[in-house]
């Protein structure tokens, strides 16, 4: 028996004493695809409402919504046109209070997504920046240059953004600005003290409402050295990610951060916040110390093969690392950038060079596997799911879930070009698929108009095998996956009552088995032949029960065969 990871607050603080956050189980909303009350095929801010006794029966002890702000949905939402309001499609202010009102009655914290790093071309501020011309105050908020080349007709640099073609937009008068992602969304300059102040202004705007904790979109990219002469995507490409790139992970993007830090600690309690960040591992404590965001995504699970080997290194090492920064880990395994999880466990394993952001975002495995559908073994990625989240369920730190994993959903591939809404597809040509496969609008019910959304059609279209996936469903099957995912966050709560984990050497590669401090123990078994179960009463199990094993590609938790650790 090995000790691998203990979290510092583990030994400093009971568990009683820990923020709620630590080890929360938040669901992220999608809302434009949750639930739809109005019946314009786009979910909204009461769509949530009225699903708030769902969520609270579901047992999650937040939500995180993705954008609900105005936006002309360039990018499903991630190009806000106003920072401090609600978009009217999805209702309204008082609208947002009242969700707030019925999450909170029921006990689950909310958390909202800040997009810092690009407003929408539609802001207020981008407007004026265009009518103001070149040299004005106004463009100064951005990030505007003269082209380079003969009548400054080529852009500044060659740079290519984030979803495929050009970083750079020339604008009527001949200057161009930066958008690391879609056209609609031009990047902020932050050094402008203007911008710093006003998300500051936005952070207590949404804390005043009574908002529990924010979602730092892209918290990688928002500071850049753009020094001239600018440097070639070739010469940028080269540079190592150390905290000096022009462009990603700078070090000083921390002091935006320590600034941020203290507004939430005006609060009580202090308000909390998670980095989205896709940087070095060894740089994830600085967005999750203390003193600067508390909290950051690692999306090494999601980019792992469902593989005992793989998940043990990736747990341990995580442990340390949010130890290190005296943060709790955090789990994902879906979200609304990348294929559902159901789906790429179905799919043929990549190889190792294959593996990681780009596989899993912007629909790569499709292009690996050449196609979907034939390819993907649907019934052996759920089975796979199901055991991988339940093993995620058991892990100290926070689980954050994505809407539908707990259906089991898989990815929709079905979805016509002309309906496609990604920026990447377009940017692409159609050779990224995009991220609209995993948005499509849940459905609450077999029966009935997009099932039960809420609409004669959805702004995404729903494909027919979605009925036996529907809410209602499930509820009639006590071993669905949605009662699968209900159990385990009942019992999570038993579960979580320190940091910390132990493995237990199984003696076989493909099975892992590693106990809480509570005593209980998991395991969980990647491949296919059965393993001997520990002694223990069995509380959940993934599969099928059988006597004695635990089953192939199935997890179980198992209570208190052992002492307190
Ligand atoms: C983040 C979001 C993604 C969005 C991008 C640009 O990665 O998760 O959905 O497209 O930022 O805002």
Known sequence: ???????????????????????????????????????????????????????????????????????????GGYDVADYRDVDPRLGTLDDFDAMVAALHGRGIRVVVDIVPNHTSDQHAWFQEALAAGRGSAARERYIFREGSGPGGSEPPADWESVFGGPAWERVADGQWYFHNFATEQPDLNWDHPEVRADFVRTLRFWSDRGVDGFRIDVAHMLTKDLTEPLPSRAELDALPFDGKHPLIDRDDVHEIYAEWRRVFNEYDPPRTAVAEAWVDASRIPLYARPESLGQAFNFDLLQADFDAGEFRRVVTDNLVLAAASGSSSTWVLSNHDVVRHATRYGLPALGPDERGRDAVKQGSLWLHSGGLEPQLDREAGL????????????????????????????????????????????????EEIGR?????????????????????????PQPGWFAQYAVDEQERHPDSVLELYRAALRLRAELQTGERLEWVETGRDDVLRFRRPNGWEVVTNFGTEPFALPAGEVVLASGAAVAGVVPGESTVWIRGAHARV
Request: hydrophobic share 40%; aromatic share 10%; glycine share 10%.
């Open 436 to 460: 609209d496969g995993c948005r499509v609008p849940l459905p609450w019910t077999a029966e009935g108009r997009s099932h039960g959304f809420g609409a004669d059609g959805s702004h995404l």
């Open 1 to 75: 028996m090995t000790l691998t990871a203990q979290t510092r607050t583990d030994a400093a603080a009971g568990p009683d004493q820990a923020p709620w956050w630590r080890q929360a189980a938040v669901y992220q909303i999608y809302p434009r695809s949750f639930a739809d009350s109005n019946g314009d095929g786009l979910g909204d801010i009461p769509g949530v409402t009225s699903r708030a006794d769902y969520l609270a029966e579901l047992g999650v002890d937040a939500v995180w919504l993705s954008p609900f702000y105005p936006s002309e949905l360039a990018d």
């Open 383 to 430: 089975r796979r799911a199901r055991a991988a989240s339940m093993f995620l369920l058991a892990l100290p730190g926070s689980a954050y879930l994505y809407q539908g994993e707990e259906l089991g959903l898989h990815e929709v591939a079905e979805i016509p070009a002309a309906e496609r809404q990604d920026p990447t597809f377009y940017r692409t040509a159609g």
